[in-house]
């Protein structure tokens, strides 16, 4: 079955705690990027890679990291998380450089105390 | 600033009936409208994607139309039903972006 997956789905950790966020996709898609989705906001992106070792700052990137080492997986970041990356994160993937449609994952529910 | 928006926030409708939801997008320069589906603490699941070029898409029950001169796009969702109760959210893909600039959603309530 195509899809992308993200571990962990829920997540609570406290300030400074470094933590991975982990996304892989069985679809080949050359395309992956993280979102995160709050209230009263919406989904805003965070970073986005268009294949593998090339990757770029999306809208809200600040406080994040990621690597592309592998075009199948994508991971996520927080060297030090703070109360304010407490959000619903989801990674996304796309095939190819021109934009078809995207494929989303379950999210990660983070919460940093 | 490119921004999408979605009206009604909320809406509630007996089974049965036809619905039509709203996004409308600042910028005409689009290469594609994305709607999806979000079920409460599930991801987001991908109904239609309409092409700058194309009109219009139909899958099922659900029809998603676009107009890029108005910066519009709508879904109809025909006979509703309660398990059509979900967040419905438009994303739209811009020229020379990566990134899918989305709605806030609208959050439908079908009653039995």
């Known amino acids: 079955e195509a899809q992308v997956t993200q571990n962990p789905r829920y997540l609570i950790t406290v300030t400074g705690k470094k933590l991975t966020v982990t996304c892989s996709q069985n679809m080949n898609h050359e395309y992956m990027s993280w979102y995160r989705q709050d209230p009263g906001l919406g989904l805003r992106q965070i970073y986005y890679?268009?294949?593998?070792?090339?990757?770029d700052k999306g809208d809200v990137p600040e406080g994040y990291k990621v690597s592309r080492k592998e075009k199948r997986n994508f991971p996520l970041i927080l060297e030090s998380p703070s109360p304010n990356q407490t959000s619903l994160y989801f990674c996304?993937?796309?095939?190819?450089?021109?934009?078809?449609?995207?494929?989303f994952g379950p999210g990660t529910r983070l919460t940093v105390l | 600033k490119q921004e999408v928006t979605q009206i009604p926030a909320a809406l509630s409708v007996p089974e049965g009936e036809n619905l039509v939801l709203n996004c409308s997008f600042t910028?005409?320069?689009?290469?594609?409208l994305q709607w999806f589906r979000q079920d409460p603490g599930k991801g987001l699941t991908s109904l239609l994607l309409i092409q700058s070029s194309q009109r219009e898409q139909t899958s099922g029950r659900l029809n998603a139309s676009l107009d890029k001169s108005s910066g519009r796009s709508t879904l109809y969702i025909a006979a509703s039903q309660p398990g059509d109760s979900a967040t419905y959210l438009c994303?739209?893909?811009?020229?020379?972006?990566?990134?899918?600039?989305f709605g806030k959603g609208t959050t439908l309530s079908v009653s039995s």
């Open positions: 890679s268009m294949n593998v070792e090339v990757t």
């Open positions: 996304a993937s796309m095939s190819g450089s021109s934009y078809n449609e995207q494929f």
């Open positions: 994303a739209a893909c811009y020229v020379y972006r990566t990134a899918l600039i």
């Open positions: 910028d005409s320069a689009i290469y594609n």
